[in-house]
């Protein structure tokens, strides 16, 4: 379940570092320079995102830290990046996204302490290899993917000067849908919890 939401996340997550920075310069009309700098913003705030989604490990259920990682990625997406037409919105959207997308790994760590509290035996090791395996994996499908997931420009037909209405489009939405995916594993394991802690009666 967990590594179902590991890859489900992984398949958009690099694709705003990817393609950022020539959305900032083709749809919003900004420099280069510029769509360089969002990029450096979007990984410079994984950094304390990172910190403290980790931190967030030692507190609350890895359930509710793999949601929150999820919720705010989303909406990030779909608010910032698909509403953006100006450079307010989309420098929002690199400090917002590259905090709550950018510490979805660091929940790697609560998903290897529920997993041992399972399993004391358990190959911690093992464990991390293979949701970085499932990272990778991800990050592999999602190149083709982009190409894509590209569309002539206009497709929506708003008539707004929104990020959806642009060729990018499609990729914002898979973007956002594949960041609120990641969330998969939190659920069910959160599931699991209410059904197992569920007091057995008579008959059942």
């Known amino acids: ?46 950094v304390p995102g990172s910190i403290i989604i980790g931190t967030l490990n030692d507190h609350f259920p890895v359930c509710n830290v793999i949601l929150f990682s999820t919720i705010g990625s989303s909406l990030a997406v779909f608010l910032f990046w698909g509403f953006s037409s100006q450079m307010g919105l989309i420098t929002m959207f690199s400090m917002t996204y590259g905090f709550f997308g950018g510490g979805f790994s660091s929940t790697w760590s609560g998903i290897v302490t529920e997993l041992k509290v399972e399993s004391p035996a358990l190959d911690t090791g093992l464990v991390f290899g293979l949701l970085a395996g499932g990272r990778g994996i991800g990050n592999v499908i999602s190149g083709p993917l982009s190409a894509v997931l590209f569309a002539n420009d206009g497709w929506l037909r708003t008539g707004k000067s929104w990020g959806y209405n642009t060729e990018y489009g499609p990729m914002i939405i898979f973007t956002g849908v594949t960041a609120l995916l990641g969330g998969w594993g939190g659920l069910m394991l959160m599931s699991v919890k209410r ?8 008959g059942q």
């Open 1 to 46: 379940m967990l590594q179902i939401g590991n890859v489900l996340q992984s398949l958009g997550y690099f694709l705003p570092s990817a393609y950022l920075s020539s959305y900032a310069v083709q749809e919003i009309g900004l420099s280069s320079t510029i769509g360089t700098l969002l990029i450096a913003i979007l990984n410079a705030t994984s």
């Open 195 to 202: 059904v197992s802690q569920r007091p057995f009666q008579k």
